[in-house]
């Protein structure tokens, strides 16, 4: 059976959003769109949003690193939002294993996002139908695109190669492979939902740092340090010009 999903490489992962605008852009005027965002800026803000990038911090200063962890549908091969949904909105697709929602099924009761452990799932504020990732199931089967540009919007824009799409039970398939080369992981495997993405560890760095290295050479809040100098006069109109 096939199995389209993503594999995320955290270790490259730089967090430049790239995949959350490209997704934003091709989805929203896309099949799966509108992506409604009524107040994107105020104190509670809300959207749409298919792929988010969660950044965080780990360590202890000062061996401190920066994570960027992006986060979308798990298109699970079990998926727990299926079974829940009171008008079978919410299917998974047999023939290639991708987890979809109708519209004209769905009616906003939101037992789909309460059951997905991952928080994947938004409620359109507009439409007021629930929404997730699609894997772009509107442009990867599109035949007028070159076979090249058939991948989901956020792989084709991710500058650093860091997302991989494709079948996860092709043994062949570079998904696959990337799962068995660098010990590809599911997202909380322990809740049996059976994640179809993945993700590839960071690999551990070890950094040494010295004591000097914490103290700013220019540090402005030291006063005793800072040198005195003269004024310096500099040239005026008056001392080249005869009046």
């Known amino acids: 059976m096939t199995q389209l999903a993503l594999v995320i490489d955290l270790n490259t992962c730089v967090g430049c959003h790239a995949c959350v605008t490209s997704c934003k852009e091709w989805n929203t005027s896309g099949e799966a769109g509108p992506m409604v965002d009524k107040n994107p800026y105020g104190a509670e803000p809300t959207g749409t949003f298919f792929n988010r990038v969660q950044t965080f911090e780990v360590g202890e200063f000062p061996n401190t690193q920066t994570v960027h962890f992006p986060k979308s549908c798990l298109h699970c091969e079990d998926p727990p939002c ?26 906003g009761c939101e037992y789909c996002s309460w059951a997905c452990p991952y928080g994947a799932r ?9 929404k997730k990732c ?17 991948k989901p919007a956020c792989v084709l824009s991710c500058p650093t190669g860091a997302r991989i799409y494709g079948d ?9 492979q990337a799962i068995n080369d660098s010990s590809g992981y599911q997202l909380m495997p322990e809740w049996g939902t059976e994640p179809a993405n993945h993700y590839l560890p960071r690999r551990k760095t070890k950094i040494t ?35």
């Open 82 to 107: 299926v079974p829940v949904c009171p008008t079978g909105a919410s299917y998974k697709r047999p023939e290639d294993g991708i987890v979809l929602v109708d519209y004209d099924k769905c009616i």
């Open 209 to 243: 740092i010295h004591e000097e290295d914490l103290q700013r050479v220019d540090n402005p809040l030291k006063k005793e340090d800072r040198v005195q100098r003269a004024p310096t006069r500099r040239t005026t109109l008056d001392d080249s010009t005869s009046w």
């Open 122 to 130: 938004e409620i359109d504020e507009k439409q007021k139908v629930m």
């Open 168 to 176: 996860i039970h092709d043994p062949d398939s570079e998904a696959s």
């Open 134 to 150: 699609t894997l772009c199931v509107d442009r990867i089967y599109d035949e007028t695109l070159d076979e090249a540009d058939r």
